[in-house]
């Protein structure tokens, strides 16, 4: 990719999963040529190893990068001035045996002028900086590959260029988000019906414990959630805001049933959106969890979007999930529900949800509105996703199941718009969990 800083060349390669690889060539010189690629100190290598590319448009499972260059063929060349057509490399994102990770393979063609220097023993200072700086992260969750130094030769100098790759923990080949490898069926939690087995893979449950003061007994209630990578997951602040231990908060991915739910997932940090205020705004909150989640064809992560403009008007309809209950004042359901929701417009919306709470106010770039007809999500779907097919087959997650105001399935349920949140969760997450384009 061309652009930005005049001074960098960036190629880039992600997957829908969130796997990337980049490389940097310093100071393209012209459209046939690229000049001192040359990186004469180490300190700006951590802003290359923390900072991830943006994203491909389409699903991908394989990416190749072409560059042609050739080191100087003239110790001479005051300016370093190299065909970019004779100098070759590829970038090819392959999958390993594990699912959770990606490969990250670099060919490159050499004249006799340049030295390759290989080996953990011989990287030198730049990629001894380049390992240091991705150490902040989880071992498991991004593998060093490659780093190869070419030493350049010239008069009177020797310059060192470093090219890294760096190859993240993401779902392989099989596993990118939002697919759904147990296809849910097209039917009609409120009005809803049960879904297929492991047909929403995405879907995770929240056990919550709360310690009644001077009581003998504690307080279970449940949330929804959604797996947005291996170790991070999405769901409605106003399920956790009042959580004073990790410990007191069970996850469970890959679950059918809430009574006998299968693997469970301890929690490392809670994060409440610093702005989650009473009014529920703001009502989204990231987990993280300690060990790793393992993709199958049970339990895989949905798509996050960056985009979603008129999306009420183009799809018309989304998808609710979750155990809560099947009518006002009823019962959890033990079965995973699923409803196909309308949406509704924001002055419907706001007069609708007015009438009973006279306090609310509709934020349309950080809310969404559907429901009614006797369609809905209820107590106990808090935090679950509302997802809608993109026309390439990938599933997104548009919103947060956030809250109601009257009878399940009558009044609109609104629910916390993911793409508002795009830059917090990126931050939030170090970087691990980002918005896709469309």
């Known amino acids: 990719a061309f652009g930005g800083d005049p001074n960098r060349v960036t190629l880039f390669a992600e997957s829908a999963g969130g796997a990337s690889a980049s490389a940097h060539l310093f100071a393209p010189g012209s459209a046939d040529y690229f000049s001192k690629i040359i990186i004469n100190s180490g300190s700006i290598l951590a802003n290359w190893a923390t900072k991830p590319r943006y994203f491909m448009e389409e699903l991908a499972t394989k990416l190749a990068v072409n560059l042609d260059c050739t080191v100087p063929s003239s110790k001479n060349d005051k300016n370093y001035r190299i065909p970019k057509e004779d100098f070759h490399w590829v970038i090819e994102c392959m999958t390993l045996k594990s699912p959770q990770v990606i490969l990250v393979n670099a060919k490159i063609a050499l004249t006799d002028e340049a030295d390759i220097v290989t080996g953990d023993k011989s990287l030198g200072k730049q990629c001894a900086l380049l390992k240091e700086a991705t150490n902040y992260r989880k071992p498991e969750r991004i593998v060093f590959n490659i780093c190869v130094c070419l030493h350049l030769v010239a008069a009177m100098q020797i310059f060192l260029f470093v090219l890294f790759l760096v190859g993240i923990t993401v779902p392989a080949l099989g596993y990118q988000c939002g697919q759904t490898p147990i296809l849910p069926e097209d039917n009609r939690i409120v009005g809803g019906a049960a879904a297929i087995p ?55 991915s890959g679950s059918h049933y809430a009574k006998t739910p299968t693997v469970r997932h301890y929690v490392e940090n809670i994060f409440i959106h610093p702005k989650h205020d009473e009014s529920e705004h703001n009502d989204i909150a990231l987990v993280e969890l300690k060990t790793p989640i393992k993709y199958n064809k049970h339990t895989q992560p949905i798509c996050l979007p960056s985009w979603d403009k008129d999306i009420e008007l183009s799809t018309k309809m989304a998808w609710a999930t979750g155990w809560g209950d099947l009518k006002t004042d009823g019962k959890l359901s033990d079965t995973l529900q699923q409803v196909k929701v309308p949406f509704v417009d924001m002055p419907t919306c706001s007069s609708t949800l007015f009438l009973t709470d006279p306090y609310f106010r509709f934020n349309k770039k950080l809310q969404i509105c559907a429901g009614t007809q006797g369609k809905g999500t209820c107590q106990g779907d808090s935090g679950g996703p509302l997802v809608f097919k ?32 795009c830059n917090w969760i990126y931050s939030t997450t170090g970087g691990d969990v980002g918005c896709q384009r469309k």
């Open 198 to 252: 492991h047909s929403w893979p995405w879907q995770v449950l929240f056990k919550i414990t709360t310690k009644v003061p001077g009581k003998p007994y504690d307080i279970e209630r449940t949330c929804g959630g959604s797996i947005i990578s291996n170790y991070w997951i999405l769901t409605a602040a106003h399920c956790l805001d009042d959580v004073k231990d990790v410990d007191d908060v069970e996850v469970y």
């Open 390 to 421: 993109t026309d390439k087959g990938a599933w997104f997650q548009l919103g947060i199941t956030s809250w109601s105001v009257k009878d399940c399935g009558s009044d609109p349920v609104v629910y916390t718009r993911v793409s508002g949140y």
